[in-house]
C-alpha cells in the first residue's frame, strides 16, 4: 500500500498580499475577499476530512461524504447573505462556480469513492486500493484546479482594488 498523498488544506496557493492600498475601498475589497475565503476554506476542511477518512477504517467515509455535501451548503446560503462587493458579482460568482463543480466532483467521484470504500471493508485487496487512489487523486485534482480558478479571480479582484497581490503555486504539490 503506497503512501498517500498530501492532502488539499485550505487553498491550494498562498496568496501574497502587498498592501499597496491605502483607500477605504480597497481595505473593503480586502475584508470581502477574505469573508470569502474563509467560506471556501471551511468547505475544503470538510474535502480534506472526508478524503482522509478512507485511510482510516475506524472512520464512516460515507458520513464525511455527507458532511462535506453539507458544508457546501451551508457555505453556499452565507455566501448568499454575503452578496456581492457593491456592484461587483464577479468574487461572488467564481466562488458560487466553485462550489457547484466540487459538488459535481462529489456526485460522479466521491460517490465512486465511497462505494469503493465500502467494499474495501468486505473484501480489502490491492486492486481495490489502487482503484480507490486513482478516483481519490482524479478528484482532488479537479478540486485543485477549480481552486485555482477561484484564486486567479481573487488576485484580479483584488487588483482592480489596488491591492498588489502575486499567486504563489509553488506552495502546494500533489504527491502520489
Given amino acids: 500500500m503506497k503512501i ?3 492532502f488539499i488544506l ?8 502587498l498592501f499597496s492600498c491605502q483607500s477605504k475601498k480597497g481595505v473593503d475589497a480586502d475584508v470581502y475577499c477574505n469573508s470569502l475565503q474563509k467560506l471556501e476554506d471551511t468547505v475544503i476542511i470538510k474535502l480534506d476530512s472526508f478524503f482522509q477518512s478512507t485511510r482510516f477504517r475506524a472512520f464512516d ?5 455527507q458532511k462535506a455535501i453539507d458544508e457546501i451548503d451551508i457555505q453556499l446560503l452565507n455566501l448568499n447573505k454575503i452578496g456581492y462587493f457593491k456592484e461587483d458579482s464577479t ?3 467564481s466562488l458560487d462556480l466553485l462550489f457547484a463543480d466540487i459538488h ?6 466521491g460517490i465512486k469513492i465511497v462505494e469503493l470504500d465500502k467494499s474495501l471493508l468486505l473484501d480489502y485487496d490491492k486492486q481495490k486500493i489502487n482503484q480507490l487512489d486513482s478516483l481519490e487523486s482524479v478528484a482532488i485534482e479537479k478540486i485543485y484546479n477549480f481552486q485555482l480558478r477561484f484564486d486567479s479571480v481573487m488576485v484580479e479582484f483584488l487588483h ?3 491591492f498588489d497581490v502575486e499567486l504563489d503555486t509553488t506552495q502546494y504539490e500533489l504527491k502520489d
Fill in 91 to 93: 468574487l461572488f460568482h
Fill in 10 to 17: 485550505l487553498s491550494p496557493f498562498a496568496i501574497l498580499f
Fill in 4 to 6: 498517500y498523498r498530501l
Fill in 104 to 109: 459535481k466532483v462529489l456526485q460522479s467521484e
Fill in 61 to 65: 467515509t460515507k458520513e464525511y461524504f
Fill in 160 to 162: 482592480r482594488y489596488g
